[in-house]
């Protein structure tokens, strides 16, 4: 909690014939991160270089190469299959070899046979299309061409035209585009082309065919409905070879990209003559298991050592969080997973990200839409990120339908009990009464949850910095942040002294001490001084900051606002469609009137699912930024390594 | 004559009652127009920025989305201004 997984560092150091039993074990545990070893000079590790690929390797690629293929080209994805059941290593290996190269045939003869038949289907509409304008002429297609001394010319004329004689022209009926094929003696070609430009003539090829046109159209058809019938029949095969053998490619692909990877594991490794070195990551509760488990595989042929860990080192990370909160990983990932001697925040933020959304959307109806619309999205929404998603919004739907009951909302209408929280009401509509929204209150609400978000991030800053940065530094950050926390309150101090306002304290009535001023006051100026001072000896350019203070706790304030905005979309869409549409009608049912209900309901639906789309968005969004930019920026910087171990998660195979 | 002036008077005060109403909310609006305008402008820029920053690489994707809702301050403070006018 609020730390990552405590690593360890493990150096293991056998001879080159362990290779095997040492890849083969640590990918088996699936604990093991393996440091990448680079020829950079690194001390003691002088003369060593990277290791070689196991025996094998090049094999097993080509078989993958293949499997790819296959996979590609039936459209197989294998996160999105759900596996019945586990394969075993040793069937599929006998199968690979007798099966893949059956399918891979099939396959190549079946898209050949395709794509042949593509190729005819596109010739033959291309014919179709060249035919069409000569039907209109009852000739003969061997007729257009032939001819020594006479040229044939087919194509569009937008008028009519006079081509001098001695010459045949046929020109089909029609205002706009006519069809035309005129034929002349070779010697008068200029002077038909002058009378042709004229009438804006666009040639047309004349299609080498014999026969009469509509016959040899007709005759096309036939053959484009062939070919679509024989690649529907091969469509189906494929279908059908693909349901028989998806999960069995899959699991290929699982078994021999964990032969891979296992292959090339000495690439990761430095060697020296005839031993091998590895370094890596284990979580420190598995490092015992892990030596044990090496040292059984290799029967005690193996070195494995702890080393200590360096302050500089890049440890990975891997979130150790309580269930509930390790959906919001998530939301740490997005922004940038902590370092491995920094706070993890997902905690504070799996607790506070509902909150802020169920107080900006809290209305128990668009609360419990949006949980029935996670939980149905549950089946449908596959692999990890989208479940953790779902999951984070199941939780901001319960806290929107915790807080809708504490405003009392429901799809924008009052309930049935007084509000607990500031009352969001608005007057809208022609008849609207009542006390309207208690925006000082919702104001001052958000601006001390503000303080408190602000305040908190800065308590955890001080927590930072006294893990991070050593001697006199350590103090002038700890002491900077003390400053902020300081200049805040000592700020709120003399606010509260000189104006009263709802839901914080009113110390204005205390007995003035100097200068007009009271105790209170002059405990805040003094805040104010010393959080200065504090702030400055850290850096004196961070007082350019000081506005920020303002800035940041007045940004909470969106969760009212975003909060309002989305009320009065509510109140505006019940308004139009019961006040202004179903309501004047229901008195007096007449057929119009059922068009005006129908209408309302419409209107009714539509806006109240685009108002929970941008519920979703606006208090997504905003919770989510109140968190990076007002939260984190006070102590969080992130940029952690993920813990990816050397291994595989099986999902379709099993020894 | 009493009665008339003091009925002249109630007239005139809540004329400017009205109109003060409608300087409010006219100033409410300004509010909203000025910063809304002024968020769009400034989420039009980023926004385009992020998108192109993110097809180079997908992984700043969290990143680019935090710039990209930075400038709605500027319009939640206008409406906070506003609704600060109206009630």
């Known amino acids: 909690m609020l730390a990552p997984r405590q690593m360890s560092r493990l150096l293991i150091v056998a001879s080159r014939d362990q290779l095997d039993p040492v890849i083969r074990e640590l990918y088996r545990s699936h604990l093991f991160h393996v440091e990448d070893f680079v020829v950079d000079g690194r001390e003691g590790y002088d003369g060593f270089s990277i290791g070689k690929p196991l025996p094998g390797a090049g094999e097993v690629s080509t078989d993958l190469v293949k499997v790819r293929t296959i996979e590609n080209a039936f459209l197989i994805r294998s996160s999105e299959i759900e596996p019945t059941g586990k394969h075993l290593n040793e069937e599929l290996r006998s199968k690979i070899e007798q099966e893949l190269p059956t399918i891979e045939h099939e396959l190549g003869e079946l898209t050949g046979r395709r794509s042949r038949l593509e190729v005819t289907l596109k010739e033959c509409e291309q014919k179709i299309t060249e035919l069409l304008p000569f039907t209109e002429i009852p000739m003969d297609m061997e007729i257009y061409r032939g001819y020594a001394g006479l040229t044939v010319l087919a194509g569009y004329v937008s008028k009519e035209v006079n081509i001098p004689e001695p010459a045949e022209v046929y020109i089909s009926a029609g205002k706009a585009r006519r069809f035309m094929v005129a034929v002349f003696k070779n010697d008068r070609r200029s002077d038909v082309d002058r009378v042709l430009l004229e009438a804006n003539f666009q040639a047309v090829t004349i299609p080498v065919e014999t026969g009469m046109p509509r016959a040899r159209i007709d005759a096309c058809n036939e053959q484009v409905a062939q070919a679509k019938a024989e690649i529907d029949q091969i469509n189906r095969r494929l279908d059908e070879i693909r349901d028989g053998h998806r999960e069995f490619l899959v699991a290929c692909e699982e078994i021999l990209k964990a032969d891979i990877e296992r292959a090339e594991a000495p690439l990761r490794f430095a060697t020296i003559g005839q031993m091998f070195v590895a370094e890596g990551w284990v979580p420190k509760d598995r490092a015992a298991p892990l030596k044990d488990a090496l040292n059984g595989a290799t029967g005690g042929r193996v070195f494995v050592t702890e080393l200590t860990v360096g302050e500089h080192d890049p440890v990975p990370v891997e979130y150790d969080n309580p269930p509930f909160a390790r959906p919001s990983q998530l939301l740490m990932d997005t922004y940038s997973r902590p370092k491995y001697n920094e706070l993890d925040p997902t905690i504070m933020v799996s607790i506070v990200f509902p909150i802020f959304f169920g107080l900006i959307l809290g209305d128990v109806g668009y609360g419990v839409l949006l949980l029935f619309m996670c939980l149905g999205l549950r089946k449908f929404i596959k692999g990890e990120e989208g479940q953790q998603l779902i999951a984070v919004l199941r939780n901001a739907s319960i806290s929107s339908i915790f807080f809708g009951v504490l405003y009392s909302e429901f799809l924008g209408f009052p309930m049935p009990w007084p509000y607990l929280l500031p009352s969001r009401h608005l007057n809208i509509g022609a008849n609207a009464t009542g006390h309207g929204p208690n925006i000082p209150g919702l104001m001052m609400m958000a601006i001390w949850i503000g303080i408190v978000h602000i305040t908190l991030g800065r308590i955890l800053s001080m927590v930072n910095h006294s893990r991070q940065d050593h001697g006199t530094h350590r103090i002038k950050t700890i002491l900077a942040n003390v400053g902020w926390i300081l200049m805040i309150w000592g700020i709120l101090f003399l606010i509260w002294s000189m104006v009263p306002m709802p839901y914080m304290p009113d110390l204005t009535g205390l007995p003035l001490v100097v200068m007009g001023l009271n105790v209170t006051a002059l405990i805040g100026i003094a805040a104010l001084i010393v959080g200065i001072i504090c702030i400055a000896r850290e850096s004196a350019l961070e007082i350019v900051e000081l506005p920020t203070i303002f800035s940041h706790a007045l940004s909470y304030s969106r969760i009212v606002a975003v909060g309002l905005s989305s009320v009065a979309i509510a109140m505006v869409v019940n308004y139009i469609a019961i006040g202004m549409l179903i309501g004047p009608q229901l008195e007096n049912i007449t057929l119009v009137g059922v068009i005006f209900i129908i209408m309302g309901v419409l209107v009714f639906l539509i806006g109240h699912v685009m108002n929970t789309a941008l519920g979703i968005l606006g208090g997504g969004l905003h919770s989510l930024r109140l968190h990076y930019v007002e939260f984190f920026t006070k102590f969080y910087k992130g940029g952690g390594k993920k813990y990816s171990p050397f291994g595989l998660n099986r999902r379709f195979t099993e020894d | ?87």
């Open chain 2, 1 to 87: 004559m009493v009665t008339e002036v003091a009925a002249a008077v109630i007239t005139d005060i809540e004329v400017m009652k009205a109109s003060q109403i409608g300087m409010k909310a006219l100033a409410a609006a300004i509010a909203i127009v000025g910063t809304a305008f002024a968020a769009a402008w400034a989420e039009m820029a980023i926004g385009s920025a992020a998108v192109g920053a993110t097809a180079e690489n997908k992984d700043i994707f969290g990143l680019v989305l935090l710039l990209t809702v930075i400038p709605e301050t500027i319009v939640i403070f206008g409406l906070v201004v506003a609704l600060l006018l109206i009630f």
